[in-house]
């Protein structure tokens, strides 16, 4: 059954920049459209940026543009988030997940498998 990791999220200062990592176990990586949200303590989920099954397409939260990139490696069935310029309002537990679909849409609620998330905290 599909399983997904994800990983790499930790403490860091305000303009820094992190990667975060989501292998993706038990299936056909190339048949899954993948993203990344993030929930802050008190807030809901937000999607972040997600990617068409091939790579070929993607999409950013306004917040996030120009300074995050989604990209994946479907030979190796695992997805990245590189993180750069990170500020304090991007702190939040950051979540992969994967749903079948060819498209790049960024809806939590297609969303049908996710990560356990991984803690992203911005403090000086």
């Known amino acids: 059954q599909l399983q997904l990791v994800d990983a790499g999220g930790g403490l860091v200062q305000p303009g820094g920049p992190l990667r975060l990592s989501c292998a993706a176990l038990g299936f056909t990586s190339d048949l899954f459209a993948i993203g990344w949200f993030r929930q802050a303590p008190g807030k809901v989920r937000e999607g972040v940026s997600c990617?068409?099954?091939?790579?070929?397409?993607?999409n950013y939260a306004d917040s996030v543009k120009g300074r995050f990139t989604i990209s994946r490696d479907n030979a190796n069935n695992t997805l990245y988030l590189q993180m750069n310029s990170l500020k304090p309002e991007d702190t939040a537990i950051y979540y992969c997940a994967a749903r079948r679909s060819s498209q790049a849409m960024c809806i939590k609620g297609l969303f049908t498998r996710w990560g356990q998330g991984t803690q992203v905290t911005v403090s000086s």
């Open positions: 990617i068409s099954s091939s790579g070929g397409s993607t």
